[in-house]
């Protein structure tokens, strides 16, 4: 069992360079999320998805992007990164209905734009 | 206004010993879940126990309980017999209902370093 598997695990950018984190899951399940972490700060939010087709915002989505096409893949677009984006990266997925899905976790991007 | 507080930046337990991590949420949404996470070292996010906001007993799950105190609007986690490796970043999350698509809120984190 997979999970949830995200790469690259780790990335360094310039400043203004492009970039795709790659999210995919093998447990069929609808919702997925990008979020963000900081230090002090836990982690935050930054897109989600409820299904194929379906994507919304999240607490921080600005400078990123995400499409949704499939159930199993759910990847985040930098589209000229910041060094305010330095980060570390995590995605994470559950299914849909109830708030008692505990959502699974990828193991993490750690990202540095330099 | 922030949904989850923790008011523990970070935490000393002796080894065998219980340590409890404070929680206090805020919501207006009747159905929802409180969820622990750990994060050792290592990075990953481990999911740990979870409390539904009809449930009328508190959580349990090995060596992991939870004081949920709804009226308080607290929900403490509370490690029995702490091992080494129980050192590690803990975040409390609270998952709202359809109302808030079920989004996953989380607090800023607890810091456990256990001690031999």
């Known amino acids: 069992n997979a999970g949830v598997t995200q790469t690259p695990k780790f990335q360094v950018l310039k400043t203004g360079q492009s970039m795709t984190l790659q999210c995919a899951q093998d447990?069929?399940?609808?919702?997925m999320s990008w979020y963000r972490q900081d230090p002090g700060m836990g982690l935050r939010l930054i897109h989600y998805?409820?299904?194929?087709?379906?994507?919304d915002q999240g607490e921080v989505p600005n400078g990123y992007n995400v499409s949704r096409s499939t159930t199993e893949d759910f990847p985040l677009r930098l589209l000229s990164a910041a060094p305010s984006q330095t980060s570390v990266y995590f995605c994470?997925?559950?299914?849909?209905?109830?708030?008692?899905?505990?959502?699974?976790f990828g193991d993490g991007t750690r990202l540095s734009i330099l | 206004a922030q949904k989850i507080t923790q008011t523990q930046p970070g935490m000393f337990v002796q080894e065998k010993e219980a340590v409890t991590l404070d929680c206090t949420y805020d919501?207006?949404?009747?159905?929802?879940?409180l969820f622990w996470y750990k994060q050792p070292s290592s990075g990953e996010m481990i999911f740990l126990i979870y409390q539904g906001s009809y449930d009328q007993q508190n959580a349990t799950e090995g060596r992991y309980s939870l004081n949920f105190q709804k009226a308080r609007k607290s929900a403490n986690l509370v490690i029995s017999a702490s091992q080494l490796g129980d050192s590690a970043m803990y975040f409390c999350a609270m998952r709202e209902g359809p109302s808030n698509d079920y989004k996953l809120s989380f607090g800023a984190g607890t810091t456990v370093t256990v001690r031999a």
């Open positions: 919501t207006s949404d009747p159905s929802y879940g």
């Open positions: 994470a997925s559950s299914y849909r209905q109830g708030a008692n899905q505990p959502q699974h």
């Open positions: 447990m069929n399940h609808e919702y």
């Open positions: 998805s409820v299904g194929a087709g379906i994507t």
